[in-house]
Nanobody, 124 residues
Framework: QVQLVESGGGLVQAGGSLRLSCAAS????????MGWFRQAPGKEREFVAA????????YYADSVKGRFTISRDNAKNTAHLQMNMLRPEDTAVYYC?????????????????WGQGTQVTVSS
């Protein structure tokens, strides 16, 4: 069992940066690929980024490639999403997720555990 708690969301101007964190509880955190998804009002939840359990493989949605960076620290049971050059269209609730191996299954939406979400609002 893995429990996920996100933090770091907030209000930022376009062009700014935010760093989201996901704190995980449970002994098996390091064995799970992790991911971030987001859901904007009136839209379906969409994939943002994923990382393998070793951190050696990452995937990104085309819309965030070059602006967002996913990382993890297995010693601290945490995952992060560094978001730079934010745009108003990045406004959404961001969810941390954990899935089974390989990491591409997280990218494809096969998720075992979800966090409760954190709001990110980007003003123009």
């Amino acid at each position: 069992q893995v429990q996920l708690v996100e933090s770091g969301g907030g209000l930022v101007q376009a062009g700014g940066s935010l760093r989201l964190s996901c704190a995980a509880s449970g002994r098996t955190f390091s064995s799970h690929p992790m991911g971030w998804f987001r859901q904007a009002p009136g839209k379906e939840r969409e994939f943002v980024a994923a990382i393998s359990w070793t951190g050696g493989i990452t995937y990104y949605a085309d819309s965030v490639k070059g602006r967002f960076t996913i990382s993890r620290d297995n010693a601290k049971n945490t995952a992060h999403l560094q978001m730079n050059m934010l745009r108003p269209e990045d406004t959404a609730v961001y969810y941390c997720a954990a899935g089974g191996t390989p990491a591409r299954t997280v990218r494809d939406g096969k998720i075992d555990y979800w966090g409760q979400g954190t709001q990110v609002t980007v003003s123009s």
